[in-house]
């Protein structure tokens, strides 16, 4: 479940870029893991109200700069070079980041945990006979307000509007007045923030960890593509039908194969039903 | 890329040879000079690079054929080059434990079924899920209560027969792909258990099982994978990729898993390339035997690569590539050319990983040699070389293997950089270069050094008429 909420924000953040700029961003899973790593590294001398804000804004500043480069070409561009350079993005990213902050996995404290001696431990609750963290439960209530936050954003703001007017017709929202341009860049900047948010809220349950964001990426992807691309709402719930499947076959099956699983199943709705469980057919490109 | 065929080229498939002009065949000449006269002035050190280049220009060439030329993205090339180089592994050292080969009969049984099948009645989807699963109930029930292998082959065929007129494909194609299904099932349970079971296949069965077994999978993969576009054709080959790695690190029983890997492989042995180094008064040790090796097999990916290109097979692969929807207009069976293309370079990529298993002094494969890492380095080596260029594939496997050694070198003098030592570059590095040639020349560094030359060539002559430009 709460694999599963984090897949459905990656899902939105590739949905947002894909729904402005058409490109699928290879790097997602990347925003995700600078998300944990800053907030990991921060949380060590300063209080959370630092690291947080500073890990999402990180993860905008990278989003930016990405942006830029994804920009430049983007007008001649064929979906191969676009492929390709959000790939090289993925890996210098990781390169970087693992340049500045090595391989090790960083424990995060829990949001509201209770103080312990060298350890914060995490309040803890029962329910139904299951055994649930604080933790997973602040993960839940952060991909819900996401969620709700995205979605009034694209229906009822006129920048959000103006962003889907770009996706559907880019000629059009330029001879209205949007610039483009700005929208691309606007989107790869929230995409990018929430990944980072994503990141920060599950870091105290996976541990923060250099090389998290290529099968978090990839995991999210499926879930994009599970839900139909460019489908908010498919991809969120996607994602979360994703993460109790992977946990579910995990638990009873093998659990030697439970990465296999979300791949297998991409796998499988590519060929059977490429436009996703909950697209449209209008949506196959 | 014109789609109509020039006349004077149309028949360079069946007179490739004769035909090739000059121009063409100069860098192959001198490229066998050099070849033969290497170790001479290498060192051991040297040679090693030497073989790594040479397996990973044969990889980025059967790259280039799909990606470069047929247009066809694969971000999980690796798989096919881990398939070979297990594969051959497996079958030379690894005994496979006996409780696996029923399953591992069934399982290439149903694959070349359903190959069959494919061929047959182009049949896909739920279609061809049904047939395997027909094709899976009848192998794993024939297992359970021992039949006579004759049985089963007739009974096979009956319910692949019943299965197919009931799918209204034709019994006829049915029943052949039921009883292909059902003779590799018990090929591989009865006469092939006692190789699988043992090991210890001559490295050279290995790398022809290997091809088979990859192209196998490619077929299969290839058929119904090849019909996604841009971006969801990329992310199932990497869905793919990203599989296939993870059956290396977890079957453990068969592929060692990820905490051993497979030790122990021999090396593959070719003493007559050795006479060639004997002829330009070497001493021939195993490196520089398997260094002659695997550049003879780099030779042959070459002039395969240049002569598919010019073929008419080669001239359909860049009409999909320009548009497959003109290309289908014309009468060019693209569905069938993807096929192809797909099939030819997992067998390529399939021989590059059986050398890479078999190599002298190494003897060792391990799954993260295979992962996502390898494939997206594939596409770096491509995108330097150029997309659409054979020769292009050796400058850059030649090119990122000297980057990856300057790195590596780099990092042991312990050099600093505001305060930081320097390690772990390398992907960096290489994230860097694909985005910088991706923007400053999509083309490659071939095509693009060349135009900016051309270019400068150009201006300079505008410039100063006359001049010896």
Redo the contacts between chains.
């Keep these: 479940m709460t694999a599963g909420c984090i897949y459905a924000i990656v899902a939105v953040g590739f949905t947002i870029i894909y729904n402005t700029t058409g490109v ?1 961003n290879f790097a997602q899973g990347e925003f995700v893991m600078i998300g944990a790593m800053v907030a990991a590294v921060l949380m060590a001398k300063f209080s959370f109200l630092v690291a947080f804000p500073a890990a999402v804004l990180a993860g905008c500043l990278v989003g930016a700069v990405l942006a830029g ?1 994804v920009l ?2 983007l007008k001649r ?1 064929a ?3 676009l ?3 959000t ?10 980041a ?3 902050w090595g391989e090790t996995a960083i424990p995060v404290p829990p949001f509201t945990g209770i103080p312990g001696e060298g350890f914060v431990e995490d309040r803890s609750f029962h329910l139904l006979g299951a055994v649930i963290r604080a933790q997973e439960l602040w993960v839940v209530a952060v991909t819900a307000l996401i969620v709700i936050g995205m979605t009034l954003f694209f229906r009822y703001t006129l920048i959000g509007q103006a962003m889907r007017a770009c996706e559907t017709n880019p000629a059009g929202a330029r001879l209205v007045g949007i610039s483009v341009r700005r929208m691309v860049v606007l989107s790869f900047v929230m995409a990018a923030g929430l990944g980072a948010l994503a990141g920060l809220t599950v870091s105290p349950v996976f541990y923060a960890r250099v090389n998290m964001g ?1 099968a978090l990426g ?1 995991k999210g ?2 879930a994009a ?1 599970l839900g139909g ?1 460019g489908n908010f709402s498919g991809g969120i719930i996607a994602g979360i039908v994703l993460g109790i499947v992977e946990s579910l076959t995990g638990g009873l099956l093998w659990s ?2 439970k ?2 699983v979300a ?2 199943i ?2 499988a709705i ?3 039903r ?1 436009e996703g469980l909950l697209g449209r057919k209008a949506d196959q ?1 | 890329m014109s789609v109509a065929a020039s006349p004077d080229s149309r028949n360079v498939s069946r007179k490739a040879v004769r035909r090739l002009d000059a121009a063409t065949a100069a860098p192959f000449v001198i490229f066998l000079i050099v070849y033969a006269l290497v170790p001479r002035f290498a060192a051991d050190k040297e040679l090693t690079m030497l073989i790594y280049i040479g397996i990973n220009t044969m990889l980025a060439i059967s790259l280039n054929l799909l ?1 470069g030329y047929a ?1 066809q ?1 694969s ?1 999980g090339h690796a798989a096919f080059f881990g398939l070979g180089a297990y594969t051959s592994a497996i079958l030379t050292v690894r005994p496979i434990p006996a409780e696996v080969i029923p399953g591992l009969g069934t399982g290439l049984g149903v694959a070349a079924g359903c190959a069959v099948f494919t061929s047959l009645t182009r049949a ?3 279609r061809l899920a049904s047939a395997a699963a027909a094709m899976v109930a009848l192998a794993w029930g024939s297992q359970a209560v021992h039949l006579h292998p004759a049985a089963v082959l007739l009974i096979s065929a009956a319910g692949m027969a019943a299965f197919a007129a009931a799918a209204r494909s034709g019994a006829l194609m049915g029943g052949a792909s039921g009883l292909t299904a059902a003779v590799v099932t018990l090929l591989c349970q009865h006469l092939l258990a006692g190789v699988l079971q043992r090991g210890g296949a001559s490295p050279w069965s290995g790398m022809v099982a290997g091809v088979g077994f990859s192209g196998l999978v490619a077929y299969l993969l290839g058929g ?2 090849l019909r ?5 054709l ?3 080959t ?3 990729g ?2 296939v790695e ?2 290396f690190r ?1 079957w453990t029983a068969v592929t060692g898993g990820s905490s051993d890997g497979i030790f122990g492989i021999p090396v593959m042995r070719a003493e007559w390339l050795g006479g060639i180094g004997r002829m330009t008064g070497v001493e021939v040790s195993p490196r520089v035997e398997y260094y002659y090796l695997v550049w003879a097999f780099v030779f042959v990916c070459l002039m395969l690569g240049v002569n598919i290109v010019r073929s008419r097979v080669g001239r359909a692969f860049r009409a999909v590539h320009g548009s497959e929807v003109a290309a289908e207009s014309l009468g060019v069976d693209t569905s069938r050319y993807k096929v192809q293309v797909f099939v030819l370079s997992a067998g390529i990529a399939s021989v590059a990983g059986s050398l890479y298993a078999h190599q002298a002094g190494v003897g060792y494969i391990h799954p993260s040699e295979f992962g ?1 890492g390898v494939s ?1 380095q594939l ?2 080596m491509v ?1 330097v070389g150029g997309m659409a260029s054979i020769w292009g594939a050796l400058l850059g496997a030649t090119t990122l293997q000297l980057i990856k050694t300057w790195l590596l070198g780099l990092e042991k003098t312990q050099h600093t950089l505001f305060g ?1 030592t320097l ?13 910088g040639v ?2 400053v020349m ?1 083309q490659g560094l071939v095509r693009g050094v060349s135009d900016a030359a051309a270019a400068a060539l150009r201006g300079t002559r505008r410039g100063r008429p006359g001049g010896s430009g």
Excluded: N, R, W
Excluded at chain 2, 228 to 232: D, T
Excluded at chain 2, 423 to 435: H, K, Q, R, S
């Design positions: 699928i480069f430049i070409p561009a979906v191969l070079t492929i390709i350079i790939i090289g993005a993925s890996i210098a990213i990781q390169g970087i693992q340049f500045l290529t990839l992807f499926c593509v691309l030697d194969y990465d296999a791949f297998v991409l796998l590519l060929l059977i490429p490109k | 990606m247009g993205v971000l896909s989807g739920a119904q994978v996604l576009k841009g971006h969801y990329a992310m199932a990497l869905g793919f990203v599989i993870i059956v977890q996502f997206a596409v770096v995108v930081l390690t772990g570059l390398e992907p960096i590095v290489f994230g860097a270069v694909l985005i991706m923007i999509p």
